[in-house]
């Protein structure tokens, strides 16, 4: 009697959309990255602090250098590069919540130069498919700053719920954040994919 097989994912590299490429990030990367993830404006609704260098090199080394997931508690960020160009303008990120529970989260972060192209609802959507479609998650959410308005907007256009509102629930960055759920489910990713709504550029 064959063992079932152990859910994991392992994309091949690098994942296409219509305008970009999602790819493991690489030491090559560190300017790009350094330019967004060093902006107090681009950090204030996510859950690090403007980084340095040393602290962007510490990362590729560790927590970035991830290239698939194969068991909960894992994450898997990939950089946002845009075809036409080369240019890294952003960063997704999927975590693999429950192995039980079969959930995951997303995250995103753009260039605020690179802003208001869809850019990152392009890739989000994306990142929806490699964990419905390759890793065969259940559910996957997104915690989102009830300020980060941009982001809210983001799920909404992706398909996902808003599941509820969490006023004043925790501290965050010295200050009471109310917290947006949103989530969608493996049947909804699939109706909504079927349904043409989201357009490819």
């Keep these: 009697m064959s063992t079932p097989q152990q859910p994991a994912l392992h994309p091949d590299y690098p994942v296409r959309t219509g305008r970009l490429l999602l790819r493991p990030l690489t030491g090559d990367d560190v300017d790009a990255l350094l330019s967004y993830r060093s902006q107090p404006d681009v950090c204030r609704y996510v859950p690090f602090e403007p980084m340095t260098r040393d602290d962007i090199v510490g990362r590729l080394a560790t927590v970035w250098a991830n290239h698939g997931l194969t068991d909960e508690g894992q994450a898997l960020t990939l950089g946002i590069e845009v075809a036409a160009t080369g240019r890294l303008i952003g960063d997704v990120v999927l975590f693999w919540r429950s192995r039980t529970h079969r959930g995951g989260e997303i995250g995103y972060v753009v260039h605020p130069d690179s802003a208001g192209h869809g850019y990152a609802t392009e890739a989000a ?63 909804e990713w699939a109706a909504y994919r079927e349904s043409g709504t989201f357009v490819r550029p």
């Design 125 to 187: 959507y994306a990142l929806l498919g490699l964990g419905f479609d390759q890793l065969g998650l259940h559910r996957i959410v997104a915690r989102i700053d009830e300020r980060n308005e941009p982001s809210a907007r983001l799920a909404r256009r992706l398909g996902m719920r808003q599941e509820a509102r969490l006023v004043r629930s925790g501290l965050f960055k010295g200050e009471w954040s109310t917290e947006l759920d949103f989530a969608m489910l493996a049947d």
